[in-house]
C-alpha cells in the first residue's frame, strides 16, 4: 500500500471507531468513575473501582484502561496493580461540580442524541427527526420530545447550561450591548404566549430547531414586541459561506435534523430570516468558539 493509501484506511480506521470513542466517554460518566476517582482519598485499582461501583471485574478494568489511553485517567503501579486517577482533563470538565464540567451534557448526548443519531441514515432518507424510533414519540410533537419527563428536562437544562458556562463569555462579548437597557433571553412556548416588551431579544439556539417558516413567524412576533431602536441578538453555531464546514456545525446540524426541525444556517440564511420580518443592519460576528452572534436592529 502507498503512503497515501495507508492515511486514506488510517483515517477511515478513525471514523470508524468514534463512536466507541464516545461511548466510553458516556459509559465512564454514567457509571460515576470520575466522581468515584475523585472523591477517593487516593488512586484506585480496578478491583476497588468495580466494587465500589457495583459492576463487573472485567468490565471496569477494560473500560479503565480504555480511559488511561484516551487521557481521561491516569495509571501508576502500586504493588504489583494499576492504579487509576483522574487526569487534569477528567477532574476539570468530567466530574459533577466542577465549575468546568460537561458531565450533564455528555449524559445528555449519550442518553438522548446518541440513540436518535443511531437512525441517522433514516433521517437522510425521511428528512424528519428520529424521535419516534429512538423514543416512540411522534416527530411533530417536538417540544413533547424534548420534554419528555422531569428527569429528561432537567438534564437537558443541565446540559445546555454545560456549554454557556463555558462559551457564555465569549458570545456575549461579540456585540456592546450596553445600548439595550432590558434584554429578554427568550425561552418557553414563544410561538403562542405574549412576549414581554424588551429593547434586546436573545434567541439562543432557538432558531436552529425550526423550519425557516417558523423562524420567520417568531421573528415578526418578536419584531412587533421589540422596542423602536431595539433589537435581536441571535446566538446560533454558524456555518461558514458555502455551508460546507466548520465540520462540527455541519455535524450540529445533522443533530438538528435527528432531533429537530430545524438546521444549522450561514450568515446569509440568518439575513434572510431576519431582513423579511422587518429587522435591519444585521450584523455577524465568528467567536472562533463553537457559538457565534448576529446583531439586527429595529
Ligand atoms: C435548545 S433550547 C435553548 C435554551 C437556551 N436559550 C440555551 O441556549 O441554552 C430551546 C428553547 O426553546 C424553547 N421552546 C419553545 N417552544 C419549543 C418547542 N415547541 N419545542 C422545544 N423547545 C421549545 C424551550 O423552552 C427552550 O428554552
Known amino acids: 500500500m502507498c503512503s497515501q493509501e495507508d ?9 470508524a471507531n468514534g463512536f466507541m470513542v464516545s461511548q466510553v466517554l458516556f459509559a465512564a460518566c454514567e457509571l460515576g468513575v470520575f466522581e468515584l476517582l475523585a472523591e477517593a482519598l487516593e488512586p484506585l485499582d480496578s478491583a476497588a473501582v468495580s466494587s465500589r ?14 480511559c488511561v489511553s484516551l487521557k481521561l485517567l491516569q495509571a501508576a503501579v502500586r504493588g504489583g496493580k494499576a492504579v487509576y486517577a483522574n487526569t487534569e482533563l477528567a477532574s476539570t470538565y468530567l466530574v459533577r461540580g466542577s465549575p468546568r464540567s460537561q458531565r450533564d451534557m455528555l449524559l445528555y448526548s449519550g442518553r438522548t442524541a446518541y440513540v436518535c443519531w443511531c437512525h441517522l441514515a433514516e433521517a437522510v432518507r425521511e428528512g424528519r427527526n428520529q424521535y419516534p424510533k429512538a423514543f416512540g414519540i411522534p416527530s411533530e410533537e417536538l417540544f413533547s420530545a424534548i420534554y419528555r419527563s422531569e428527569d429528561e428536562r432537567l438534564r437537558f437544562m443541565e446540559g445546555l447550561q454545560d456549554v454557556w458556562r463555558l462559551e457564555g463569555a465569549s458570545v456575549l462579548a461579540a456585540f456592546d450591548l450596553s445600548p439595550f437597557p432590558l434584554i429578554c433571553d427568550l425561552g418557553g412556548d414563544f410561538f403562542k404566549d405574549p412576549l414581554p416588551e424588551a429593547d434586546l431579544y436573545i434567541l439562543a439556539r432557538v432558531l ?3 423550519t425557516d417558516a417558523k423562524c420567520c413567524h417568531l421573528l415578526q412576533r418578536l419584531y412587533r414586541a421589540c422596542r423602536t431602536g431595539g433589537g435581536v441578538l441571535v446566538i446560533e453555531s454558524l456555518l461558514d459561506a458555502d455551508g460546507r464546514g466548520p465540520l462540527t456545525t455541519l ?3 445533522l443533530n438538528m435534523l435527528v432531533q429537530t ?4 444556517r450561514t450568515p446569509a440564511q440568518y439575513r434572510a430570516l431576519l431582513a423579511p420580518a422587518g429587522f435591519r443592519d444585521v450584523q455577524c460576528r465568528r467567536t472562533g468558539g463553537t457559538y457565534d452572534a448576529v446583531l439586527a436592529r429595529k
Do not use: Q
Request: no cysteine; aromatic share 12%.
Open 261 to 264: 426541525e430545524g438546521r444549522e
Open 7 to 15: 492515511e486514506g484506511y488510517r483515517l477511515l480506521k478513525e471514523y
Open 53 to 66: 461501583l457495583g459492576s463487573s471485574p472485567r468490565g471496569t478494568e477494560l473500560l479503565l484502561d480504555t
Open 208 to 210: 436552529h430547531d425550526w
Open 251 to 253: 455535524l450540529y446540524s
